[in-house]
């Protein structure tokens, strides 16, 4: 069963738009949320995260929200630039477990 | 300062045959992880150590086994691979488990079973 999901796979925005990259759990006992990020050919690497004692964390152009009723985090990029694309990933922990969305490709187009 | 290496970087395997994925940080962190990535699946865990000495089975364990050589390596062991093990690997280690601690991850293994 697939606990952290990203439904979107892919998304396609213009260089200085905003990118809203969004992630739904099930699993209410997680806690602490991240996202990452990957290029082709390397390993993910870490973005931003949240607790699930907030709702909101800020990281210059990134921001990420949390809506625990809706079990629903979204990461906003603002602006988009070409050096975003690449996969990203969000990821929910509770205690040893630690899960993983399918990832969505984003695309900034100059 | 490498941060996480694995190797080999590439891998093809007969059914049946075994070998061991290696990983090594030299970050001096406590934890480190073994993942899997496959198509629209996203990454799964498939064994973990949280510290030195210890070692847990994650979400996929099946067909695999681990080694926690010393603080800087946790090797993963195919001891008689199969197709559904194709796939690409990855390695991660934390400063301290799962929660509050980003995950550093090394560059990935591929890993093809014919």
């Known amino acids: 069963d697939q606990q952290v999901k990203q439904n979107s796979p892919s998304l396609s925005v213009q260089e200085g738009r905003i990118s809203i990259l969004n992630c739904d759990y099930t699993n209410s006992m997680f806690d602490y949320f991240l996202w990452y990020k990957k290029y082709p050919a390397e390993g993910p690497t870490f973005l931003i995260s949240i607790s699930s004692i907030k709702d909101k964390n800020e990281d210059g152009r990134f921001t990420v929200f949390l809506n625990k009723s809706a079990k629903h985090l979204s990461l906003h990029i603002v602006p988009s630039q070409p050096g975003d694309s690449a996969v990203y990933f969000c990821a929910a922990i509770s205690g040893n477990d630690m899960r993983f969305g399918a990832g969505t490709r984003l695309t900034v187009k100059p | 300062n490498a941060g996480v290496t694995q190797t080999p970087k590439f891998q093809v395997l007969k059914t049946g045959q075994s070998m061991t994925l290696q990983c090594a940080q030299d970050m001096n962190h406590n934890s480190m992880y073994w993942y899997r990535q496959d198509p629209g699946m996203g990454l799964r865990l498939i064994y973990y150590?949280?510290?030195?000495?210890?070692?847990d089975k994650g979400e996929v364990p099946n067909g695999y086994n681990v080694s926690r050589l010393n603080k800087r390596e946790f090797s993963l062991r195919l001891e008689s691979a199969a197709p559904s093990q194709t796939s690409v690997y990855f390695c991660a280690s934390s400063a301290s488990g799962t929660s509050g601690y980003e995950q550093y991850f090394g560059p990935g293994t591929r890993l093809t079973v014919t």
């Open positions: 150590s949280a510290s030195e000495g210890t070692t």
